[in-house]
């Protein structure tokens, strides 16, 4: 198993790598300094909802790193939906959204630099996809 898989199937277990981030000057920045001019405002907050209309808990948010789409952030919910949003846009933010698992998604991950992500779900299985067409490039069965 590739190590970026491997590293998606820790994570789902609970596993993580000690030492996996080299050692920050930042890191010895007191929290309470970074959080003092953190803001959130109305405009900012998302409420997840299902196909039934109710709220229902995002399992797993991620950032694209693709030089063309780091205002790209995937959203994945228990319903086994992602949904892709533009966090640039106020009018249509919802960019794309299909049914990737027939039960929660538990993680998802980008493929470094591309646009292409990686699910993780209750069925055991992790997908990858091609996020600008929502259609499935493989799947992985754990």
Known sequence: MGM??????????GRRRQNAFP?????????TS??????CV???????????GDPVPPFGLAFSSAADMQNVLA???EEGVVRIYD???????LLKEWLAHENA???IAWVPGEPQLVTAAGDQM????????????GSFKG
């Open 105 to 107: 998604v538990f993680d």
């Open 87 to 93: 966090t640039e846009s106020r009018e249509n933010p």
């Open 4 to 13: 970026f898989f491997r590293s998606i199937v820790d994570r789902g277990v």
């Open 34 to 39: 970074l959080l003092e001019g953190y803001q």
């Open 126 to 137: 992790a997908r990858l996809w091609d996020v600008k067409s929502g259609e499935p490039l």
């Open 23 to 31: 050692a920050d000057p930042c890191s010895r920045i007191p929290l």
């Open 75 to 77: 959203a994945a919910n």
């Open 42 to 52: 109305r405009h900012d907050e998302h409420i997840s909802y299902g196909n039934t």
